[in-house]
């Protein structure tokens, strides 16, 4: 899957999923823009592609706002001359109830995972137009399609994703751009590294995650890229509004049922 002459967006490019999405993008040809809060970690993304003979540009934003985000993307296509795809990887986790959480948690989490989706959208759409079509692929989770306890406002974000791709699927698809989302299982970033060490034993975290899913362990961001990199190339024309779980089996699995080694 080569993406030459193919510029990219990557929202939260930084680091995690984004980052190795990033990185697989240029590996094959793409000139890919990061757009992301950490100016620090950003530039250091870029660098790292640049090093190794790609082309990439960041840009700092704030994703809840569009303005912020439709100037950026301007940039881009002033930079590179047009925009070919979008991938949405920046999102956030706060812990919380209905009843625990807070508002300013509420509209943070919102802001960023699903405001800020429906931001990138409608700032690329227009440049994906004027190319006669393109791809954008959402970055969800399992918790679009289950969900953990204590973790309301980010598990209805993830929901709010996949009604937002399914939308713009059907939406924009006479005009020949796709979107799709990827709902991946327990993922080795520095979100879960942050997560784990919210607990007085954070390899306990660890060892309970990689449990829980039928392989044995948990992904690598690089594993979810692959897939994320598949939904916005051209192999996939004919896949839109489609949700890919990529858990390593996890909602595969009938909670509750003991295991055993019988035949």
Known sequence: ???????????????GIGQATGEILAERGAAVAILDWDDGAGFKA?????????KAVFERVNVANFQEVS??????????GKVNSLVVSAGIQRYGTAVSTNEDQWEEVLNVNLKGAWNAAR???PFLQE???????????VQALASQQNVLAYTVSKHGLLGLTRSMAMDFAKENIRANAVCPGTVDT?????????????QSVYDACNAMHPLGRIAQPREIAEVVAFLAHESSSF???AVWT??????????GVPQTDAV
Do not use: Y
């Open 1 to 15: 899957m080569r993406f030459d002459e193919k510029v990219v967006i990557v929202t939260g490019g930084a680091l």
């Open 46 to 54: 870029c660098e790292k592609i640049r090093e190794a003979g790609g």
């Open 71 to 80: 100037a950026a993307v301007k940039k881009v296509k002033d930079v590179f």
């Open 123 to 125: 700032a690329v759409i």
């Open 131 to 141: 190319q006669g079509g393109g791809t954008i692929v959402n970055v969800s989770s």
């Open 190 to 202: 520095p979100m879960l590294k942050w997560a784990a060490s919210l607990d007085q034993n954070p």
């Open 239 to 241: 896949v839109t509004g």
């Open 246 to 255: 990529v858990d390593g089996g996890l909602l595969t699995q009938i909670g």
